[in-house]
């Protein structure tokens, strides 16, 4: 596994799933089309790209580039980089047919291939600096995840961080083990679930 300092930008569940396995950062789902009406998801986005810098991994067909366009057009060049997947014809395993065009998407790409895509993109592994990470048994014991409350306190500390609401638990986590350390999330959650 690589641990870069790029948050990365993909299309939907599956291909985030994919690159969970290959890739430790952040990883960030557009919804597919689902972009266009998420203001919320886009302006995350383009703060990730200004603070952390992001990498657009999406499919290699017209959907793909279309959603790369409308995202890279409000991002400054030298903030994001670009990965894209060759044409293989094919289809995913889940899947009972190809695609329109009949091309695998990111999901259907080997691992291999992908490693090597994230090295030809000049995209290489940092070496971690978080110690004592986050985990999400400590997300229970403040009751930000598995407790009655925890959806009000979640709440309240997406908004003390400014992330968007629709933030997964596992992207919280990531986010917050790439972005801070423990204490300075310690210090946030309890200002922010104070209140």
Do not use: C, W
Request: hydrophobic share 35%.
């Amino acid at each position: 596994m690589i641990k870069i300092k790029e948050a990365v930008i993909v299309e939907g569940k599956y291909d985030k799933i994919k690159l969970s396995n290959l890739v430790d950062t952040l990883i960030i789902e557009t919804n597919g089309f689902g972009i266009y009406k998420d203001k919320s998801r886009l302006k995350f986005i383009r703060a990730l790209a200004e603070d952390r810098g992001i990498v657009i991994l999406t499919d290699s067909d017209h959907s793909g580039f279309q959603i790369r366009n409308y995202i890279a057009a409000g991002v400054a060049k030298d903030k994001i980089k670009h990965i894209y997947i060759p044409d293989i014809l094919g289809k995913e395993k889940r899947k009972a047919e190809p695609s329109k065009e009949g091309k695998l998407g990111v999901e259907g790409m080997s691992d291999e291939l992908l490693i090597k895509l994230f090295e030809n993109a000049g995209i290489s592994a940092e070496k971690s600096t978080q110690t004592d990470p986050v985990t999400n048994y400590d997300l229970f014991e403040l009751g930000i995840s598995g407790t009655s409350n925890a959806k009000q306190n979640k709440k309240k500390l997406l908004a003390a961080l400014d992330l968007p609401e629709f933030l997964s638990t596992n992207s919280l986590l990531s986010y917050i083990n790439s972005s801070m350390t423990r204490e300075e999330f310690l210090n946030i959650t309890k200002r922010a679930t104070e209140n």
